[in-house]
């Protein structure tokens, strides 16, 4: 029984990976993570996987997030998957070639499943890894006509983790990319793996091809995700610009009301250098904003600053022919257009409120 935990010739990482997983769980819960459902911010903490973070620069987030588990049924999960597809496997193709696999298979899964779910999902656990190990048995079968044991517990033991996390992933509305990602780079890197060179260094060259084509996957994958969390804060801060220039001239209008209640001469061209051209540019930043790639309910937010920037630069117009003009049926339509311009700005507010909500 002993020898199950000391790492050994073909049966060298399985236990090491066993020691690291159950490892960092017991970190988590010394530090104070509930034993079964840590939340979404302690698991980041511990080096979870959230796109926005990771394609922002923390990207050892696609490694590290293999090793944190939201609670002890994940990592049991993890621990039936090692315990029993891991220790034959690892013996079929040797250490080097099995590390390899399962480590790359994580990675590549961790980005797609950023990719898929790029914007609120929190990655985390191997079961990406594991999958891969699911996809390299496979390999094994079809390549070397070597099954997998027919014992009832490898059975049991593989279909409960293959179903149960099949099953989580699809409750979790989508990470089931992790898993199906997982299972085919583990297919490609398992037949890779499993190819007779017949050399003497064959096991350095599949190291080398691996580790080209896990490369090459995962930077795929990372291009593909770091796109839309790359988009989301060039709209975040296009949007805080426009706020903080609405702003800008909220506050200019707000000095030439007062001049006009007060009596004042309004010069209708210092109006239009502080007011009209910067509702002009308001109106220019919601259109750029709409050539980003978002989600729907965001593009849907999007349209709506469109439609406020353009009664805002109307309104702005209307006073200016006003103060020119001195004609008031262009002041009482600056008026109404200021009123409709306040009401749509309080439901895009009420709407970002809802959706920070609905992201809680």
Excluded at 247 to 263: C, I, K, L, S, V
Excluded at 318 to 333: A, G, I, M, P, S
């Amino acid at each position: 029984m002993t020898n199950y935990f000391i790492p050994r010739g073909n049966y060298f990482f399985t236990p090491l990976l066993i020691y690291a997983n159950v490892a960092v769980w017991l970190m988590m819960v010394i530090s104070g993570a509930p034993v079964f459902h840590p939340d979404a911010a302690e698991v980041m903490n511990w080096g979870g996987n959230r796109a926005a973070l990771t394609f922002d620069g923390d990207v050892w987030r696609l490694f590290t997030s293999m090793f944190v588990h939201r609670g002890l049924v994940y990592l049991a999960l993890t621990l039936i998957a090692l315990a029993t597809m891991s220790i034959w496997l690892e013996n079929q193709i040797g250490r080097w070639r099995f590390a390899v696999i399962y480590f790359f298979a994580g990675i590549i899964s961790s980005a797609a499943a950023s990719w898929y779910q790029p914007l609120t999902d929190v990655v985390a656990g191997a079961s990406g890894a594991c999958f891969g190990i699911a996809g390299a048995i496979l390999a094994v079968w079809m390549v070397k006509k070597n099954s997998p044991p027919r014992t009832a517990s490898f059975l049991a033991f593989a279909t409960l983790f293959l179903g149960y996390s099949i099953y989580t992933g699809i409750s979790d509305k989508g990470n089931n990319a992790l898993n199906v990602s997982g299972l085919l780079a583990g297919l490609i890197l398992g037949i890779i793996a499993v190819y007779d060179f017949r050399t003497p260094v064959r096991t350095y060259r599949f190291t080398t091809l691996a580790a080209l084509a896990g490369l090459a996957i995962s930077t795929t994958f990372f291009f593909l995700a770091a796109k839309p969390v790359q988009q989301r804060a060039t709209a975040i801060q296009m949007m805080n610009d426009f706020a903080e220039l609405d702003q800008a001239t909220a506050d200019a209008q707000e000095f030439f009301d007062r001049q006009a209640e007060t009596g004042d001469s309004v010069n209708a061209e210092d109006y239009r250098q502080k007011v009209v051209l910067q509702r002009k540019k308001l109106l220019e930043m919601s259109e750029q904003m709409k050539q980003l790639e978002m989600t729907e309910d965001e593009k849907f937010l999007l349209t709506k600053f469109n439609e406020y920037a353009s009664l805002r630069a109307e309104q702005a117009t209307d006073y200016h022919q006003y103060l020119k003009t001195e004609k008031v049926h262009f002041l009482k339509r600056s008026a109404n257009l200021g009123e409709q311009a306040d009401e749509l700005i309080n439901a895009i507010n009420q709407a970002y409120e809802n959706q920070a909500k609905k992201e809680k």
